[in-house]
């Protein structure tokens, strides 16, 4: 009696933590927008986090960091607005 109850709590989770098979979607990751990212904000990080100890602007690698910064985050954004369909989604201009 107990077994069967805790598989029938088990399913009744499962459906809740789980997506039907005709709801998943097969998605491609924009590795180019991941990369851009992660360094933008790695090295906003590393800028926000170091500036003091290195006397912020006064530093090459404080600067040198704060450009690296800025390019990739807007590198980030331009790729992002400007990728086409890269998670499946249809866009309004590609369903008219």
């Known amino acids: 009696m107990a077994d069967h109850a805790v598989r029938d709590a088990g399913h009744h989770i499962s459906t809740f933590l789980f997506d039907p098979e005709?709801?998943?979607?097969r998605g491609r990751i924009d590795a180019l927008?991941?990369?851009l990212m992660v360094v933008g904000f790695?090295?906003?990080?590393l800028v926000l986090d170091r500036g003091e100890h290195e006397d912020?602007?006064?530093s090459g690698l404080i600067?040198?960091?704060a450009v690296i910064a800025f390019a990739a985050?807007?590198?980030?954004?331009?790729?992002e607005l400007t990728a086409?369909?890269?998670s499946?989604?249809?866009t309004a201009a590609e369903s008219a």
């Open 63 to 65: 600067v040198a960091l």
């Open 22 to 25: 005709y709801l998943k979607k």
């Open 88 to 90: 499946g989604r249809v």
């Open 42 to 45: 790695g090295c906003l990080q």
């Open 33 to 35: 927008g991941l990369v």
């Open 84 to 86: 086409s369909n890269l």
């Open 56 to 58: 912020w602007f006064d």
């Open 73 to 79: 985050l807007v590198g980030f954004v331009i790729r």
